[in-house]
């Protein structure tokens, strides 16, 4: 069996700050390891359960947070920036399942850790046929396209309940507990890691049972940026309709176009973010 495993960062027991997950912070080691030991600890479950074969997307902001030699289960590591499919590259109908590994909630979620929609300084909001989606329901369009379930997430409540859209029978670990953007409750990491192990494992025993992620066609994709700005550059790119002052939407019936659109639009606008 193969797995692909999608990694972001805000969703590790432990963090609750961007100098923890930024590198060239004083904290960055630290959450870097607490990371490290999360998706391993899904690959060790998997491996239990009779996966041999992994490929990890480190899919977190420069895309270079996890260090090949430090992975179990001999996997391959894809990172860097920019990736043509970003937090799905290398995903393909090969694969028998996906792992989003420690993501978070979206933009506008109460009470969810680091809450952001790909871009927290360009993206206020963005619905897929009218529902509020955060980033496991947008790589849920790549997932569906290739045909292939997502079986297992993990991050803080508000993770596991946007998941129940796209994913409703897959294994949804929580490992903290968020009390604001910027607090939360945290599992000791140990602890953490056994329900990873665990839940990565039996994600994989039920695998046959899991449903394909589902989307009424046509599609329709809509984002809601900060500003007015960010919405007329959007227009630059073929086939999207602005519909309101700060917001834009793409209808279609290709899932994985309708992604790669998405991409180039949050790509395009970072331009106009004031960092």
Not at 3 to 19: H, K, Y
Not at 20 to 36: D, F, P, V
Not at 116 to 130: M, Q, S
Not at 242 to 259: C, D, F, M, Q, W
């Amino acid at each position: 069996m193969k797995l692909f495993l999608s990694t972001d960062f805000e969703g590790t027991s432990g963090i609750v700050a961007w100098e923890q997950i930024i590198e060239g912070n004083a904290e960055y080691e630290q959450g870097r390891l607490l990371l490290t030991n999360e998706v391993n600890a899904v690959i060790t479950g998997a491996l239990e359960a009779g996966v041999s074969e992994f490929v990890v997307n480190d899919a977190h902001h420069a895309m270079r947070n996890l260090h090949p030699q430090d992975l179990l289960g001999r996997a391959t590591l894809i990172t860097g920036k920019h990736k043509p499919l970003y937090m799905m590259e290398g995903l393909d109908a090969s694969f028998d399942g996906i792992c989003f590994v420690s993501y978070h909630g979206s933009i506008g979620a109460e009470h969810a850790i680091l809450s952001h929609t790909y871009n927290p300084g360009a993206i206020w909001e963005v619905r897929i046929n009218g529902e509020i989606v955060g980033e496991s329901g947008i790589n849920a369009l790549v997932a569906a396209h290739y045909q292939v379930p997502i079986i297992f997430i993990s991050g803080d409540e508000a993770t596991a309940r946007e998941a129940e859209t796209i994913a409703p029978q897959a294994e949804k670990i929580i490992v903290k507990q968020s009390l604001g953007r910027f607090a939360a409750s945290h599992l000791h990491p140990d602890v953490a890691c056994e329900l990873l192990q665990a839940g990565a494992r039996r994600a994989v025993e039920q695998l046959a049972n899991m449903q394909l992620p589902g989307f009424t066609l046509p599609v329709t994709l809509e984002i809601t940026f900060l500003v007015a700005d960010m919405a007329e550059m959007a227009c630059w790119i073929r086939g999207v309709e602005r519909v309101a002052p700060r917001t834009v939407k793409v209808i279609g019936t290709n899932l994985l176009e309708l992604y790669r659109t998405f991409v180039t639009i949050v790509t395009l606008t970072r331009s106009l973010v004031d960092r």
